[in-house]
């Protein structure tokens, strides 16, 4: 196989000398062709097609290890990838006490859509009452058309996008709790899955985009780079998200202190990658730390990562019961807070790009003087970014005549003033 080194993947090969499985889960990446035709070849070989994924114009297949020499050989294959495991990036560390990182600017994310691609989401209280948030449910793994978590990772995240904090009587209040939740479950009840059911919960967020107003993907997953991202499926797919209009945001991992341990897709320099601070010591934004978890940069092509920084340590949310909470600490958890971020922003500006609203959350953290590649810009603000907003001029603004010109000081949303006065009715009871 070594011939084919510059074709084949050098974990493909290491899985061939190492394994005597009779096939090989693959990506095959085509050149100077289409989709359809790499289908055939695999099928000619006795392989079986997983996905079809034309976002990165490759397929997902089972292939025999006899065959893998047969298709590098192949004029119209570019790069066969082993379609690994990518895991969910939740800390090991002790859970600390949590508190409340919901905050109300004045805009709650009402009509915008984020989709968590995860391990699926429970209809927790939070996300149904008093009306269902969970506005489409994709799953990838069990098949399944009703929404469900069976580890309740994708559960966390999403509460921290969007709770609206109802069981809590609004003290585990998510960042933008009126925006909906797409959940597409793409790990497993154990955290992990494979890198074609990643692209494929993409490509099917990006297919839908229209019909649930999807404006935000948050991964809170990673694994180990491929190579320099331009050649990585996974940064592939999520370059192809931001070309349709979508913010994607993705947890650098929790491989730090050590340096160039940016996990993909988050090595991507078109995604906001998401590390996490702990500032449950913090007496003032300024003073929180990072995290000693939180991956840091630089990625194998030089670009300075992480982008951002958002809490990450004791972060309180949705378990995977009706009315419960959990504190979870990790990059997964800083990510989502970043992706609320986002949907406040899209709900004001519609016709954002992904790179303006990058660029807002990004020229508006707090920087915490430590290295770019620890820090980023350094720590999320959403108040800077609104006061920001307030004092853009009215020509830097897109021209949209359902928002308004001015965000108003702090006020809680229609939806979340019925959450909060029903809370107080069934007390009083």
């Known amino acids: 196989m070594l011939e084919y080194k510059g074709i084949v993947e050098d974990s493909v090969i290491e899985h061939l000398s190492g394994t005597e499985e009779g096939e090989i889960p693959v990506i095959i990446c085509g050149k100077d062709c289409i989709c359809d035709d790499l289908e055939k070849h695999v099928l000619e070989m006795g392989g079986r097609i997983k996905y079809t994924l034309p976002i990165i114009n490759a397929v997902a297949a089972y292939i025999p290890s006899v065959g893998v020499k047969n298709m590098a050989t192949k004029d119209i294959t570019e790069k066969i990838y082993l379609d690994d495991h990518v895991y969910k990036l939740m800390d090991i560390a002790p859970i600390t006490i949590g508190s409340d990182f919901a905050n109300e600017y004045g805009l709650t994310g009402k009509n915008v859509s984020v989709a968590v691609l995860d391990t699926g989401v429970f209809p927790h209280e939070d996300l149904i009452t008093p009306y269902n948030r969970i506005v489409g449910f994709k799953d990838f793994i069990g098949q399944k058309d009703q929404p469900y978590d069976d580890d309740g990772h994708g559960t966390h995240?999403?509460?921290?996008?969007?709770?609206?904090g109802f069981s809590s009587r609004g003290r585990y209040m998510g960042i933008a709790p009126?925006?909906?939740?797409?959940?597409?479950?793409?790990?497993?009840?154990?955290?992990?899955?494979?890198?074609?059911?990643?692209i494929a919960g993409i490509q099917w967020a990006i297919n839908n985009r229209e019909g649930y107003n999807i404006k935000v993907i948050t991964l809170s997953l990673g694994t180990k780079p491929k190579s320099n991202y331009k050649d990585d499926?996974?940064?592939?797919?999520?370059?192809?998200?931001?070309t349709f209009g979508i913010t994607v945001t993705?947890?650098?991992?929790?491989?730090?202190?050590?340096?160039?341990?940016?996990?993909?897709?988050?090595?991507?320099?078109?995604?906001?990658?998401?590390?996490?601070?702990?500032?449950?010591?913090?007496?003032?934004?300024?003073?929180?730390?990072?995290?000693?978890?939180?991956?840091v940069g630089p990625t194998q092509d030089g670009f300075e990562k992480p982008d951002v920084l958002a809490p990450g340590v004791g972060i309180n949310s949705l378990a995977n019961k009706s009315l419960g909470y959990k504190e979870l600490s990790g990059t997964s958890m800083a990510t989502p807070v970043v992706a609320g971020c986002a949907a406040l922003l899209y709900e004001k500006y519609p016709d954002m790009t992904p790179s303006q609203i990058k660029e807002i959350?990004?020229?508006?953290?707090?920087?915490?003087?430590?290295?770019?590649?620890?820090?980023?810009?350094?720590?999320?603000?959403?108040e800077k970014i609104i006061n920001s907003i307030k004092e853009r001029p009215p020509e830097d603004r897109p021209d949209d005549p359902h928002v308004p010109d001015e965000v108003?000081?702090?006020?809680?949303s229609h939806d979340t003033f019925l959450v909060m006065l029903l809370v107080i009715v069934i007390l009083s009871l």
Do not use: M, W, Y
């Open 157 to 164: 995240v999403s509460g921290i996008v969007a709770g609206n």
């Open 178 to 198: 009126d925006a909906n939740i797409v959940s597409v479950k793409v790990l497993k009840d154990d955290g992990s899955g494979k890198i074609s059911d990643v």
């Open 408 to 412: 108003t000081e702090p006020f809680l």
């Open 233 to 242: 499926p996974l940064c592939q797919a999520v370059d192809a998200a931001s």
């Open 250 to 295: 993705v947890a650098a991992g929790n491989s730090g202190p050590d340096p160039s341990t940016i996990t993909s897709p988050a090595i991507s320099p078109n995604v906001i990658t998401v590390g996490a601070c702990n500032d449950r010591e913090a007496s003032h934004s300024k003073s929180a730390t990072i995290a000693d978890f939180s991956s």
């Open 361 to 382: 959350i990004v020229s508006n953290a707090v920087d915490l003087g430590l290295d770019s590649n620890i820090q980023g810009s350094g720590l999320l603000s959403i």
